[in-house]
């Protein structure tokens, strides 16, 4: 079965620089979430959208941004970055019409020097 | 505010052994609970769900789960635990209104499986 996918698995980046991490949702699933999971910490939620609107928001820094793509794809927009943003940052899709339950993808592991 | 709580940073079992990773909850309204496991550098895996219904809820890998409303609790367990089963399981619940209609999760903190051969 298909699940969600997300690119980079890795990425390294310096201080102040941007960084894009991108999420495939399951097909038809059509609610995207990112949760943001420090070392040793529960993951947490940082944004969420439906049919490709912003339909819920967490404690996402303002140095963040993300969108919802006509295919449904996300993408985590991350700038000026800080050495705290080190994370493994999940990608979750659920289907509508009543699943609850959320699929995570694998992750991307940000590390920030 | 929604939350849920994992009493027990880590759990040590005896492979054959039954098993059992304790949750409490605390929410505003009808509770939506989950569990998931999560391996080494690898994503939350969906086990199994409380939306309504049985108490005695079953997932995935033969694990289940029960919802005691009186308690407050949603405690995972395995009849006979397997050494692939050690990793980190979290416990969860949907948020609070108006977070519920759009279904993001709250996590407990994470409880680390140990089955010993």
């Known amino acids: 079965a298909a699940g969600v996918i997300q690119s980079p698995r890795h990425l390294i980046k310096e201080k102040r620089e941007t960084a894009t991490l991108k999420c495939y949702p399951i097909?038809?699933?059509?609610?995207v979430y990112w949760y943001q999971q420090g070392p040793g910490q529960d993951p947490q939620f940082l944004i969420s959208?439906?049919?490709?609107?912003?339909?819920d928001k967490g404690s996402i820094p303002d140095r963040f941004s993300a969108q919802q793509f006509s295919d449904y794809h996300s993408e985590l927009n991350m700038s000026s970055l800080e050495l705290g943003d080190s994370a493994l940052y999940f990608c979750?899709?659920?289907?509508?019409?009543?699943?609850?339950?959320?699929?995570f993808g694998p992750g991307t592991r940000l590390t920030v020097t | 505010a929604q939350s849920v709580a994992q009493p027990e940073d880590q759990v040590n079992v005896a492979e054959g052994n039954p098993l059992t990773v304790k949750c409490t909850y605390s929410?505003?309204?009808?509770?939506?609970l989950f569990w998931y496991v999560q391996y080494p550098n690898r994503g939350l895996q969906f086990l199994l769900k409380?939306?309504?219904?049985?108490?005695l809820v079953k997932g995935s890998y033969g694990f289940e789960a029960e919802f005691n409303k009186s308690q407050t609790s949603f405690h995972l367990k395995k009849p006979s635990a397997l050494v692939s089963d050690s990793a980190l399981y979290f416990c969860?619940?949907?948020?609070?209104?108006?977070?519920?209609?759009?279904?993001?999760?709250?996590f407990g903190q994470g409880t680390t499986l140990q089955v010993k051969p």
């Open positions: 969860a619940v949907r948020g609070p209104y108006p977070s519920s209609n759009t279904g993001k999760l709250i």
């Open positions: 409380y939306i309504t219904g049985d108490n």
């Open positions: 097909p038809r699933h059509d609610t």
């Open positions: 929410v505003s309204g009808n509770p939506y």
């Open positions: 959208f439906y049919e490709k609107m912003q339909s």
């Open positions: 979750a899709s659920r289907a509508g019409g009543g699943g609850y339950e959320q699929y």
